[in-house]
């Protein structure tokens, strides 16, 4: 798939087909993660990946919007270095965003599916994942088959138009 298809294919899934991801498709979608971008190459992040379906239903509870996680096939923790510096933070999270959005990209030119959750249970993630006390895990990316039609480009995505969201030179 070239690059801009698998951006306009993209989308949240939160229902999958019962059905395992190649392990070279899930190491390629991590390495997209490890190869992102991120501030001064610090790369602060480290990958669990979660396939054994009596964990994910566990991990499913760390957040009341993260219930598809339970129906992935695999969902990948991003586990990052804890701070109370709200500018650490700030450029861990950008970092953060920029891995998820390189893994989401690279699932979907696979044909794979994914769906983003929070973590407000932080403990309950730590139990479950096993990562030390001062990392917090980040995100959530649930990944698999989409159950309901494959990932296509989305021709006339549910967007505000363009010329409303971009502005040029000036606001």
């Known amino acids: 798939m070239e690059t801009f298809d698998a951006i306009w294919a993209r989308r949240n899934v939160r229902e999958f087909a019962d059905r395992e991801i190649p392990k070279e498709d899930l190491d390629r979608i991590l390495e997209a993660g490890r190869r992102a971008p991120s501030s001064l190459n610090d790369q602060?992040?480290?990958?669990?990946?979660?396939?054994?379906?009596?964990?994910?239903?566990?991990?499913?509870?760390?957040?009341?919007?993260?219930?598809?996680?339970?129906?992935?096939?695999?969902?990948?923790?991003?586990?990052?270095?804890?701070?109370?510096?709200?500018?650490?933070?700030?450029?861990?999270?950008?970092?953060?965003?920029?891995?998820?959005?390189?893994?989401?990209?690279?699932?979907?030119?696979?044909?794979?599916?994914?769906?983003?959750?929070s973590v407000v249970d932080e403990e309950l993630a730590r139990e479950i994942l096993g990562?030390?006390?001062?990392?917090?895990?980040?995100?959530?990316?649930?990944?698999?088959?989409?159950?309901?039609?494959?990932?296509?480009?989305?021709?006339n995505p549910n967007r505000r138009p363009f010329d409303q969201v971009v502005h040029r030179d000036r606001w």
């Open 131 to 155: 990562y030390p006390r001062d990392r917090r895990c980040a995100v959530l990316i649930a990944l698999g088959y989409p159950a309901d039609r494959p990932l296509a480009p989305i021709r």
């Open 44 to 117: 602060t992040w480290d990958f669990v990946v979660v396939t054994d379906r009596a964990r994910l239903q566990e991990l499913s509870k760390v957040w009341a919007r993260a219930s598809h996680v339970a129906g992935s096939a695999a969902t990948i923790a991003i586990i990052s270095p804890d701070s109370d510096d709200p500018d650490i933070r700030t450029w861990i999270d950008y970092d953060n965003g920029q891995t998820t959005m390189a893994m989401m990209l690279a699932a979907a030119d696979r044909g794979i599916g994914s769906g983003h959750a």
